[in-house]
C-alpha cells in the first residue's frame, strides 16, 4: 500500500483517540508531522509515540477555536517544514441535550470546536496546500452528519454543517483545478474518551449515556478507524463511512428518506430507557 513518505501532514486533536491513532499510522507511513490539542498532556504523549516510530513531530498547543492563533500557527508549520500537504480536522467535542433545556451557549460552544475548528482549519491552511501542489484537507465529521438524534441537535448541527461545507469544498477545489483533494470522514462509534468527556446542559446527568456508548455503540478501535480513514485519503474518496455501524445507518438513511426518523426515535428508547 503507497505511503505517505515526506509528506507533512497536520493533525488537530491529536491527543487522544482518532487524532493520535492518525498521527501514529502516519508516522508509520513516513509522513512529517504537525500535531496540536488543547489537552498538552494527551498531545505529549502522542508526541512520544511517534518520534519512537522515528517521524519528524512538531507538537504545539492549539485550540481550534482561536482563528488568530489557527492563522499564525499554519504559516509555522508551512515554515518549519517548508510545506504542507494534508491537514485532518480532527478535534471535536460531543455534547447531549434536548434543545428544550440547552442554553444558546451550550450550542454555540459545539458548533464553535466542531464546525468553526473546522473552518479555521481549512481557511488557515489552505493556502500552503495549493502551495505545496499536492494538498489534501480531511475533515472529520460522524454518522451524526448524516441523520438527527433526539439530544444531539447541537452535534447534529455541527456534524451536518461540516458535511455540507466539505462537500462544497471539493467541488470547488476541481472547478478551480487547485490540486487540492478533499475528504468527508464519518465515523460511526470509536472507542475513544469522546463520550466520557461528553458535555451536557447545567444539572442534567449523562452518565448512563456514556457507559452505553463505551459499552454497546463503540465498536471500531480507534487504529482501525486511522487505517480506513488513510486508505480513503489514498484513494481520494470523497466520503468516508468508518466501521460496520456508519455503512448500516448510511444505507439505512439512503433507504427510508426522512422517514428514518421514525425508527430512531424507538430505537433510542429501546437503548437509553428512563428520563432523557
Ligand atoms: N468516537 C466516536 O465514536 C466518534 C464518532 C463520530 C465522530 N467522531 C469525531 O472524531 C473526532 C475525534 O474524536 P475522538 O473520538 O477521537 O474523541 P477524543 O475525545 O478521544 O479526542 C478529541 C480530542 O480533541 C481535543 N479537543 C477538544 N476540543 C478542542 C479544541 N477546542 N481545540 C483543540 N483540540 C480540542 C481533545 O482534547 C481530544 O484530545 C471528533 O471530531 C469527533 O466528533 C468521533
Partial sequence: MEGFAWKVA?????????????AIELARSGAKLAISDVDIDGLAQTEERVKTIGAPVKADRLDVTEREAFLAYADEVAEHFGKVNQIYNNAGIAFNGDIEISQFKDIERVMDVDFWGVVNGTKAFLPHLIASSDGHVINVSSVFGLF????????????FAVRGFTEALR??????????????????GIKTAIARNMEAPDGVDISHLSRTFDKRLANTSPQKAA???????????????VGLDAKILDVMVRLTGSRYQELIGPAMRRLLPGPR
Fill in 171 to 188: 467541488q470547488e477545489m476541481v472547478r478551480a483545478g487547485h490540486p487540492v483533494k478533499v475528504t468527508t470522514v464519518h465515523p460511526g
Fill in 10 to 22: 497536520v493533525v488537530t486533536g491529536a491527543g487522544s483517540g482518532i487524532g493520535r491513532a492518525l
Fill in 227 to 241: 487505517r480506513i480513514i488513510l486508505d480513503g485519503v489514498r484513494q481520494n474518496k470523497a466520503r468516508v463511512l
Fill in 148 to 159: 438527527s438524534v433526539p439530544g444531539q441537535a447541537a452535534y447534529n448541527s455541527a456534524k
